[in-house]
């Protein structure tokens, strides 16, 4: 198998038959883009995977039983108002605006699906948010990838899009994808929002599985603070035109397919990361060596997740003590006494214990935009790596004051 | 059974028998006191509940072997350096301190518990750390209480003491105790050093039971930043000068002594909880009407531990959406339809929605140095309370140079 991926531009309108668009409806600030609609010309298999917090929004009870069917062509979604603790009128609010999607796009209303990000608790303000969709119908277009990923942004600085492309049985096949997120950010199956499009044919059984899979190493593997959103969705959607012959089993195809898929949600997953909340520095953390792939992934996301690590990356010290005991604490299975640890490629501690090592080179690993820390449990195979960000003092300012 | 408890001042060395000492022997910074020494003029039961973290520190391992023999005499604690990931040496110098006291104060060795708090992974300055243990021996008094809970400070603000006393068989039995602690806390079976103190006679099996039910309801229901440390211990010696009869089964004595070894225990835990690193408020936190004790507890915990809820706190910032957010990805079981929410007595949340509140009434709630949220499951019948605090950005100052 090759894995040879070329890289195109347009997010998630770069595969062939999808139209997106952003538009202001007023629901955030004036003027700030915040519905986005995006739209399949032909139908296409679905996927998807949701926050595992028993409180879901709205949104995400009714785009939960719709995904179900395998099936859909539009996603419509609104920034600004998450729609959750609304009661039974958030319910209704979710259906009325995949009713009006469906109205303006002229399919039927089970084939939209629907998502919402934003404060919690607020009811929504329908009289923008339906004219606002009619709005994003009339902008549709195969350019509007990018308007639709500002559209979704809360506290993001930057809007996060992806997009590459594959050979499959002669037919090129392209993936895109856009996200969002930067607070209540923590690894616990799908976090945020994340819209993925593909042209490839894939059935909707193994396109469940694959996102599955990549979910489980991208967006699972990502922490900004811990908590673990009630609104978190990624959803795929496949429309079949490219014109390959459909995945439908596990053969070559469906592991080229997948670990493009993966690849896509990976860059997607270290965008959110990166642009955590306050953050100045992405943090990837890497374990090797582990004896089950469950003990590495355990290990890399308790060092991310940690407070006090990520309070020492951003003031670039080479404190690998907390490190460890992230690594005690994750519930993976090791041996204390045979852990090395390396900060960038600075060796600080190994088995166990600390190394003379050079103050000045350690603090230099720690002071890029880019900080990576190595743990090797020397007890087995398997790896797993994990991204999050530095703690700093704007996070603080950002939260201490988000609603008000 | 009356629960009276009388006030008492003297913390660790309030009970009768017990003295203690704090001494600076040059391990922290110049001046500050950081060798501790408890000691009971007679043999005394003992019980202790350990940290959970896979990575241990020396002291931890040694005294966890010696408190399964059920009695001791002395606890050696130094504050600065916290002898973990130090390997072989670590042990042997763990081994070394408890042989030095043992040595000054003329007792076995086996009878001295050994604990350290501080840095990870850097050798121990034991030609500091011997003198400082026989400069303590030559101070200990029945008023060096105050002394020894400075000699434990890490990063603490304050010392924290307790002590009060009841009534046992018409014997007036005293239980002391003091605690350190104020990063790298979070709820997980014991967290930080705990030192008590009682002259009531207690078999050593019915002490440990007590300390482990005490420990879960006050220790292990606080959290500052989500770290569970590798160091954490709370021991407890009772050398029986009371002349109460010994408590050895559960009968009204063993409840009375228990409730208040418990009130002991929540008034350290509170206090440092307070004292969590950077805070400015106090946040409680009680979960009442849930279906399970465990219910109560994983929803107290995790409201209280949410980064999201601390910087709302930290702001003042009515944001009950982070609170019912957290309970929904505690482990919980509830139905989000049923959940109440009270900032101070200001009703927010009814039935998981939101309700029209007093803005200025609810921010007035968050605004004191003691905050208190109140979530009613409306799902049974058990309650939990746990304490933490806000989350500011001196924490993260705090800890962004700690080591260096």
Known sequence: MSRTWEEKSGGITAPRGFLAAGVAAGIKYKGKRDVALIFSEVPARAAGVFTTNRVKG????????????????????????????????????????AQEAARVLNIPEEDVLVASTGVIGQPMPMDRVLPGIAAAARELSPGGGAAAAEAIMTTDTEPKEAALSLTLGGHTVTIGGMAKGSGMIHPRMATMLCFISTDAAVSPSCL???????????????????????????????????GNPEIAAENEDYYLFRDALTEVCSRLARAVARDG????????????????????????RAVVASNLVKT?????????GRVICAVGYSGAQFD????????????????????????????????????????????????????????????????????T
Request: with cysteine.
């Open 58 to 97: 709205a949104p995400v009870i009714v785009t939960m039983e719709r995904v179900a069917r395998g099936y859909a062509r539009a996603v419509v979604v609104n920034s600004g108002n998450a729609n959750t603790c609304n009661g039974e009128q958030g319910i209704r609010d979710a259906r009325a605006m």
């Open 208 to 242: 469940q599985e694959m996102l599955r899979y990549a979910v489980d190493r991208s967006f699972n593997m990502i922490s900004v603070d811990g908590d673990t959103s009630t609104n978190d969705m990624v959803l795929v959607l496949a429309n079949g035109l490219a």
């Open 336 to 403: 204390p006494a045979r852990v090395d640890i390396y900060l960038g490629d600075v060796m600080v501690a190994r088995d166990g214990m600390a190394l003379p090592f050079d103050e000045e080179a350690a603090s230099a690993a720690l002071a890029g935009r880019e900080v990576r820390v190595l743990v090797d449990l020397k007890s087995g195979e398997c790896e797993a790596t994990a991204w999050g960000c530095d703690l700093t003092g704007e996070y603080v300012n950002i939260n201490a004051s988000y609603r």
């Open 277 to 300: 909340e306050g953050a100045t520095k992405l943090l990837e953390v890497k374990v090797i060596n582990a004896a089950s792939e469950k003990d590495a992934r355990l290990a890399a």
């Open 312 to 320: 020492a990356v951003y003031g670039r010290d080479a404190n690998w």
